[in-house]
């Protein structure tokens, strides 16, 4: 049997807060990977502290890796924990040059409406913002002027409720974005591409989402990623109305399992 490797992207998707008994969920969900003997993997903007934070999620699934920080770090599931694998980081391209990153928080700084998340910028694999919800046209422009001057980056928006009154805002380099990770992962797994399945909901599992044969999307920020990522052809992915453990076993069984 071929290796089958299916990643979960969490808020949102997998870990909704008002999904229903998502314990039972789990469990068939769990039941469903480990039948299948497939691996799990979980990518997600959360760190690795704040993704083990999760019992019920940890403690039902078995998760072989985690591609945490929107895939800045990869970390694979040993006797002692989650250990967090250095070849990963050390990739050539997955840090960001002191120049470009300098050279992009003065560009996103540069709009009052943008402000850097302080506590997650340091990481060598992305640069973190905040913007306001009013200010999501100008982000865009301040995006397609980046994108000339710096095509080598991934511009990332996650998008929040529209009573949040902001948004998530990533800068990554190509080689530290989840779908680098998940293919780091699969690599070491000899998992290939077409046994690849990705589940995701924003900005962040755009990568992922573009770059994969079999993925899934909750449509609950569609509309905005469509227009982030113009021009994809978004036919060939599947559209789930709600996350949460149920809708994933049932979006299984619709793809064959």
């Known amino acids: 049997m071929n290796n089958m490797l299916v990643a979960f992207d969490l808020d949102g998707t997998l870990h909704c807060r008002d999904a229903e008994d998502e314990g039972g969920a789990l469990a068939e969900l769990a ?3 480990r039948d299948r003997g497939a691996f799990t993997v979980l990518a997600t903007g959360r760190s690795l502290e704040e993704t ?11 998760v072989d890796a985690i591609v945490a920080n929107s895939g800045a770090q990869v970390y694979f599931g040993q006797s002692v924990g989650f250990m967090q694998d250095a070849s990963f980081a050390a990739r050539p391209g997955a840090e960001m040059p002191d120049s470009d990153r ?18 997650r910028h340091q990481f060598p694999g992305k640069l973190a913002f905040y913007v306001r919800t009013e200010a999501l046209a100008q982000l865009r422009a301040l995006v397609n ?5 710096y095509p080598a980056y991934e511009y990332l928006v996650s998008y929040n409720p529209p009573d949040r009154g902001f948004h998530y805002f990533d800068v990554h380099p190509r080689q530290s974005t989840k779908l680098a990770g998940l293919w780091y992962v699969a690599d070491v797994f000899g998992v290939v591409e077409e046994n690849i399945i990705y589940f995701g909901d924003n900005g962040n599992d755009l990568p992922c989402i573009r770059g994969l044969r079999r993925a899934a999307i909750i ?6 990623l469509r227009k982030d990522a113009d021009g994809f052809d978004w036919h060939g992915v599947m559209q789930l109305r709600r996350g949460g453990a149920a809708t994933m076993v049932q979006a299984l069984r619709e793809m064959g399992w």
Do not use: H, R
């Open 31 to 33: 039941d469903c990977l």
């Open 102 to 119: 300098f050279a992009l928080i003065a560009l996103f700084l540069g709009n009052a409406s943008v402000t850097l998340q302080e506590e």
């Open 219 to 224: 449509d609950t920020y569609l509309d905005e």
């Open 145 to 149: 002027e980046a994108k000339t001057y």
């Open 52 to 62: 083990l934070e999760l019992d019920q999620i940890m403690n039902c699934l078995p």
